[in-house]
């Protein structure tokens, strides 16, 4: 049986809190909209029986690939990395109070 | 159309400057988001004196923009990262310098490489190369156009969910989506980890062999990349048994599109190998597998574009919440929240078991399916997208519709297949086709040899 999936406004808020998203009030109409949509359309898997099958996560038949425990860094210096900082001082990265 | 070998030999000031200024003459497609004239030109004096040789010495390329490289910033196509200049080079771009190629541009794409039409770049489409009424498909739209203008002989691509194959087929150039694995996806944007790959777009499928073995081999940077294992191998025997998948081939999918298909096979045919209808029904599924897997897998590789470390933030937070929050919502474009917002619901709990993870084992139903058929097959063939290149506007304002001009070539990025789109002919109206060659995994430079044998045929 499909359930037709309803996402309320409370839901797109609730979706953009957890995604760190702070949505301006026009864009959440029209969210609600597209992500009822498309979790109706992909609930369309519920029709294939899945039972006793393993999930794939991921697909190169890799296991555990080691390195040495080594410093490695990548050959960029730490100036390079602070300087995409949009605000530091001191070698260290500046933000807004927390609280 | 302009092949490597046209390039090599000469003054690779001349090849460059030349290549500048097709780039220019050809403005209005806006393939290009940036020029790397002034690193080109030294790369390229650097080439003429001698100081770097090799199997591409002087050629000119276009990478798209989610590649980090010198010379100008790597935006993803978006305002988050609109001015981030990247502090080190993807190893697909170090390994073609390497070999003395040089980067003249970075390439126009879907914001993170999210579409399929490039219709989500924050700095406005790129039209067909056909038919500027056109989208150039996408997401890898801008290397696709820069290849069909002749701007360059190749540039390179990333491929999640068919973000080369089908812009190749809607410009009528080869794309290359090789074996998950194959090339290192060090220093490129990720979109969704589990199906990434690193290709290439070129004008002929000799050119994309000679690209494919320059960037393929494990990289120690990057722990997905496959042993080595890719060398291109120089024919291919007649004979090849190969799969038409008739659910590519029903009504639902354009007439002209079927018909060019349809040709594609009787060459086979006329050439030797073996093409037999075969049926996979669960393709059916996939769609939806995708658009549960990839949101998961965005709404966790986009969290790191919080407006701190670098990237874009915003002028008006007054605390660490509104910073991440306003910098994330100024950044990204609509496509890309209603991705990461998908990706939190399919993995939040409470809805985890019911979507991610029974996408997942749908996924392993996919991959077993595929395998069957590869016990019979040497390779599938179907079309590259249900239609030509669609209108500009035309299915923007509807994801779903959107999502479903990827129904055929997901399948391939789920199972981590090799599956390439090579030009089948033109519409009466003049707009490309390709058709698509799905192998097993590992099969890439069989694929790309019997491609190869198929053309001027």
């Given at each position: 049986m499909v359930v037709m999936t309803q996402i309320s406004i409370d839901d797109v808020q609730h979706l953009a809190q957890l995604s760190s998203l702070q949505l301006d009030d026009s864009e959440i109409e029209g969210l609600r909209n597209d992500l009822s949509n498309i979790l109706n359309y992909v609930q369309q898997l519920g029709e294939l029986d899945t039972s006793g099958v393993e999930p794939t996560y991921q697909v190169t038949d890799l296991e555990n690939v080691w390195r040495d425990d080594v410093v490695d860094d990548y050959g960029i210096d730490r100036d390079r990395l602070l300087a995409l900082a949009p605000a530091s001082d001191k070698n260290q990265i500046k933000v807004p109070k927390v609280l | 159309m302009s092949k490597i070998s046209d390039f090599l030999g000469k003054s690779a000031r001349q090849n460059v400057?030349?290549?500048l200024e097709r780039a220019e003459a050809k403005n209005e497609y806006h393939a290009l988001l940036s020029l790397t004239k002034d690193r080109a030109l030294e790369r390229a004096d650097a080439v003429d004196r001698g100081e770097i040789t090799g199997r591409l010495a002087g050629v000119p390329f276009v990478v798209k923009d989610n590649f980090l490289a010198y010379g100008a910033p790597t935006t993803a196509a978006s305002k988050i990262l609109e001015n981030f200049n990247a502090p080190l080079q993807a190893t697909a771009v170090e390994k073609l310098e390497a070999e003395g190629a040089i980067c003249i541009g970075k390439a126009n794409l879907d914001a993170f490489a999210h579409g399929g039409s490039t219709e989500n770049s924050a700095f406005g489409p790129t039209l067909n190369?056909?038919?500027?009424?056109?989208?150039?498909?996408?997401?890898?739209?801008?290397s696709a156009v820069v290849t069909a203008l002749d701007?360059?002989?190749?540039?390179?691509?990333?491929?999640?969910?068919?973000?080369?194959r089908e812009p190749a087929s809607f410009n009528g150039v080869v794309g290359v989506k090789p074996t998950y694995g194959t090339v290192s996806r060090y220093g490129v944007v990720a979109m969704a980890s589990s199906t990434d790959v690193i290709g290439c777009f070129t004008t002929d499928v000799a050119d994309s062999e000679l690209v494919m073995d320059i960037m393929a081999g494990q990289d120690k940077k990057d722990m997905t990349t496959l042993?080595?294992?890719?060398?291109?191998i120089s024919d291919v025997k007649s004979g090849q048994k190969i799969g038409l998948i008739k659910e590519f081939m029903t009504d639902d999918v354009d007439t002209e599109v079927r018909a060019l298909t349809t040709k594609y096979v009787e060459k086979l045919r006329t050439n030797g190998h073996i093409v037999e209808e075969i049926s996979l029904p669960i393709v059916a599924h996939t769609l939806a597998m995708y658009y549960i897997i990839v949101p998961a897998e965005v709404s966790s590789n986009l969290a790191r574009y919080d407006g701190i470390r670098y990237g874009k933030r915003s002028d008006g937070a007054k605390n660490l919440a509104q910073l991440y929050g306003m910098s994330r919502d100024e950044g990204f474009m609509t496509e890309n929240k209603r991705?990461?917002?998908i990706g939190s619901y399919v993995l939040s709990s409470?809805?985890?078991?019911?979507y991610y993870l029974k996408a997942q084992k749908a996924r392993t139903l996919l991959i077993n399916d595929f395998n069957k058929l590869f016990t019979d097959y040497d390779a599938l063939i179907g079309p590259v997208s249900p239609t030509p290149a669609f209108k500009l506007g035309e299915n923007d304002s509807d994801p779903i519709k959107m999502y479903l001009a990827d129904v055929m070539t997901v399948p391939?990025?789920?199972?981590?297949?090799p599956a390439l789109s090579v030009p089948a002919g033109n519409t009466d109206a003049g707009l490309p086709v390709g058709v698509q060659l799905i192998g097993p995994r590992r099969s890439d430079a069989k694929l790309l040899a019997l491609a190869k044998s198929m053309e001027d045929k």
């Open positions: - | 400057l030349e290549a190369a056909f038919d500027k009424e056109r989208v150039a498909g996408g997401s890898s739209g801008g701007i360059v002989p190749f540039a390179l691509g990333s491929d999640t969910g068919g973000s080369i042993p080595d294992f890719f060398s291109p991705r990461i917002m409470g809805f985890f078991d019911a391939a990025s789920l199972a981590g297949l």
